[in-house]
């Protein structure tokens, strides 16, 4: 059975930092993405990695504070966010996928609970 369980979500200042984990079981997955949903808006993606040759994409809105890599073990992926600000407040989920579809695709087969990040001014 597929799973993914993400970790490290808090509270944090602005200008802080946080690293949120995503551990998946059971299958090595090809491609990987962290979204982010805030109240009453639409679940965006943030940052996305492909297993195969580490291959990244990232929104406008964290390029440059945030990094999404991966473990060579193939079953962890890790978002490092650093410079948060409040706007950065969101559920953060974690997304798993087998196809190698375009790194800024919204379309992820399996989903992990979400952890929750809040920035304070």
């Known amino acids: 059975q597929v799973q993914l369980v993400e970790s490290g979500g808090g509270l944090v200042q602005a200008g802080g930092s946080l690293r949120l984990s995503c551990a998946a079981s059971?299958?090595?997955?090809?491609?990987y993405g962290w979204f982010r949903q805030a109240p009453e808006k639409e679940r965006v993606l943030v940052a996305a990695i492909r297993w195969s040759g580490g291959y990244t994409y990232y929104a406008d809105s964290v390029k440059g504070r945030f990094t999404i890599s991966r473990d060579n073990a193939g079953t962890t992926v890790y978002l490092q966010m650093n410079s948060l600000k409040p706007e950065d407040t969101a559920v953060y989920y974690c997304?798993?996928?087998?196809?190698?579809?375009?790194?800024?695709?919204?379309?992820?087969?399996?989903w992990g609970q979400g952890t929750q990040v809040t920035v304070s001014s």
């Open positions: 997304g798993a996928d087998f196809s190698t579809n375009n790194l800024r695709s919204r379309d992820y087969a399996y």
């Open positions: 059971g299958r090595t997955f090809s491609r």
